[in-house]
């Protein structure tokens, strides 16, 4: 049996995808600008053991700083840019922790999905932490985030801290049991890249009372197939193509 769903069909990728600096506040207004009402992000730590929102385990790409993003204390990673790469508008904005994103959704009644996102080596001990700061933001609201990884350990480190907070698998390419780890993680759904999934892969996940969730869908094409499935959850970043009404 398929247990409720309370989240919305449209998730917006890092925020606003690529319209605004990814993982930051400035991203998560923007896609609520545009009518969205759910959010997927990444979460790591920080050397001292602070979540914080960025994709890549390094600073590089995103940010003005250079090297792993989890060998830096809090104190230094929220001195760098994280905006400046994006656009000049940006300049100057900073990372968040996922504190600062959770009260950001809590006050506006904006749901979140959790990429828990672990520098290579710590999966267990990210998916903990996170757990643990989840369980103490969301506590008492209605609908808590929905947790997310490609790391099975990190999962199970999530579970073990935050054992009532949804987890899900997510999935770039069908691996040998990939589905019996997310049934034993105790997974409510599969993230799929979208081109994994057909009728016979949604039926067999649906019929195990799983969600059937996909990333990145960015043409309308990719959407409508989706849609057509019966999938359960989209991704994009295409905040600005996909109204998430539909």
């Known amino acids: 049996m398929t247990a409720p769903w309370p989240y919305p069909r ?25 009518g969205y009402r ?13 979540p914080f929102l960025m994709h890549d385990a390094t600073l590089d790409r995103t940010t003005s700083g250079r090297g792993t993003g ?3 204390a809090w104190r230094e990673l929220a001195q760098l840019d994280a905006g ?4 000049r508008a940006h300049a100057g ?10 009260r950001y959704c809590i006050a506006n009644g904006y ?24 369980a103490r933001l969301w506590q008492g609201q209605a609908v808590p985030p929905l947790f997310s990884s490609f790391k099975p350990d990190a999962l199970a480190g999530a579970r073990a801290t935050a054992p009532h907070i949804p987890r899900a698998l997510l999935i770039d390419a ?6 019996d780890v997310a049934r034993e993680l105790g997974c409510v759904a599969i993230v799929c890249n979208h081109a994994l999934w ?25 959407a409508q197939r989706l849609i057509d499935l019966g999938t359960d959850g989209i991704i994009t970043d295409r905040v600005d193509l996909f109204s998430p009404a539909a």
């Open 10 to 34: 449209w998730i917006a990728h890092r925020g606003a995808g690529k319209l605004a600096p990814e993982n930051t506040l400035a991203a998560f207004r923007l896609g609520a600008a545009h």
């Open 38 to 50: 759910m959010f997927e992000c990444d979460a790591k730590l920080s050397a001292d053991g602070v």
């Open 70 to 72: 989890g060998d830096l």
């Open 84 to 87: 400046s790469w994006h656009s």
């Open 93 to 102: 904005e900073p990372l968040p922790t996922l504190d600062n994103l959770a």
């Open 111 to 134: 749901f979140l999905n959790i990429e828990i996102k672990p520098t290579p080596g710590t999966e267990e001990h990210t998916g903990r932490v996170v757990g643990e700061h989840a």
């Open 174 to 179: 069908l691996w040998d049991g990939c589905l």
């Open 198 to 222: 057909d009728a016979a892969l949604v039926a067999q996940v649906q019929g195990w009372g799983l969600r059937t969730l996909s990333y990145t869908v960015n043409d309308e094409w990719a």
